[in-house]
């Protein structure tokens, strides 16, 4: 099968590398799958990302060739391509429709690269920007569509009723994201269907030893609000007060990077935590995979109306036998039920350290947790599985391609 796969930045960037087992998935299995970064600027972050660039059709959101390219097109469906333009207008706030309008020359681009390639199904990951190009070049192309819905981008409310309406499916990767979805779609709830982020399961993922020093602590994520660092300090300092030893690892940047080196100067805590700055994410699978960390440890929180999905680095962890400990916040409780991990409430520093000493303390409990949580992962997130049923929901969206433009017809979609 032909795919356009529209990202943000992957493969470029040291975001979106959730992503990178999908399409590794989708390729092993004998598709042609064409990647399509929105704004690719930066530089191939991710090992694992470096083979993908031959798959991949790279272009700025503005370029001279982008430009020639949209007029081409606009030439050639003039009517479709105003078409897609009014629907556009609909955008709920004029930053979204300025958004919007800023990436139309390139969703033309993508539909006449769509044609050239023969693709039989666009996707693009996300509900925003990256999902609009998907939108328009489906309505100039009558190509079949659909998109993945994560956590910020619905709550943005990018023309999502009218995406959900038009596309073969809209994908939501958690319980929690398929509700509020559905409560977008205004009638059109049928088209949303939950489908997990799947992740890659380790054929030689080795448990890790009994360690008679410190317990090794990965802490994975951006360094941002949400992902709650602040409370893993204090889950730190109340374990050092006790006499655990703990030492711990962040993975990742971001803008708190400089008030998380002044909070774990203030806690003592400097000898005991590693800022590990950006990590490529084939070097962290292979920490995992060999045991480097005896627990993975996900302190989110609810920042501003905005919450964790399920997040991969979790599911990843799981599946090298690594006990995680995480928040019960957004879609993390999904993954983790049936004691699949620990869960303690969000913004609880002592409800954490008492998490971690119980898996330090209680060795039954660590390796009930460590099969568990590997049970858990094969059976509901392995990523085989998920594109079995992410290439099926396609193979019925192209065979209701005719009933679903006549659907578009009626919503003035398309010409």
Request: with cysteine; glycine share 8%.
């Amino acid at each position: 099968m032909k795919i356009i796969y529209i990202t943000v930045a992957i493969p470029f960037g040291n975001r979106e590398a959730f992503v990178l087992s999908e399409i590794e998935e989708l390729l092993s299995g004998g598709n042609s799958i064409k990647i399509v970064p929105l704004n690719p600027r930066e530089a191939v972050t991710h090992g694992n990302a470096l083979p993908l660039l031959q798959h991949t059709a790279r272009q700025d959101v503005v370029s001279p060739a982008i430009l020639g390219s949209a007029l081409r097109i606009a030439l050639r469906y003039p009517l479709r391509t105003l078409a897609a333009a009014a629907c556009l207008l609909q955008s709920r706030s004029l930053k979204i429709l300025a958004k919007n309008l800023v990436v139309f020359p390139k969703a033309l681009w993508v539909a006449k690269l769509a044609e050239e390639f023969g693709a039989e199904h666009i996707h693009a990951q996300w509900a925003g920007c990256s999902s609009t190009l998907a939108f328009v070049a489906s309505r100039v192309t009558s190509i079949p569509w659909s998109f993945t819905a994560h956590r910020w981008d619905i709550p943005e409310n990018n023309l999502l009723r009218l995406k959900i309406a038009s596309a073969a499916f809209a994908r939501g990767i958690d319980e929690d994201g398929v509700a509020e979805l559905r409560r977008c779609a205004q009638g059109y709830a049928d088209r949303v269907v939950l489908l997990h982020i799947g992740v890659k399961i380790p054929t030689a993922a080795r448990k890790p030893d009994e360690n008679g020093g410190n317990f090794r602590i990965l802490v994975p994520g951006f360094l941002v609000p949400k992902k709650g660092h602040t409370y893993m300090i204090g889950a730190l300092r109340i374990l050092a007060s006790r006499g655990v030893a703990v030492h711990a690892d962040f993975a990742g940047e971001g803008p708190l990077e400089d008030e998380i080196r002044a909070q774990l100067i203030n806690a003592g805590l400097q000898d005991k935590v590693n800022l590990l700055g950006l990590a490529a994410h084939d070097e962290l699978m292979r920490g995992l995979a060999q045991g480097r960390w005896d627990a993975v440890v996900l302190p989110s929180i609810m920042e501003n109306g905005h919450k964790e999905g399920i997040p991969v680095s979790l599911m990843e962890a799981m599946s090298c036998y690594i006990p995680v400990i995480s928040t019960e916040t957004g879609g993390i409780p999904e993954l983790l039920r049936g004691g699949a991990g620990l869960l303690v409430p969000e913004r609880d520093a002592e409800a954490l350290a008492n998490a971690i000493q119980r898996l330090i303390s209680d060795t039954g409990l660590y390796k009930t947790l460590a099969t568990a949580g590997r049970t858990r992962v094969e059976e509901g997130f392995a990523v085989a599985a998920t594109i079995r049923e992410f290439l099926s929901l396609i193979v019925r969206a192209n065979g209701n391609s005719h009933g679903s433009r006549e659907r578009q017809q009626s919503l003035g979609l398309v010409p």
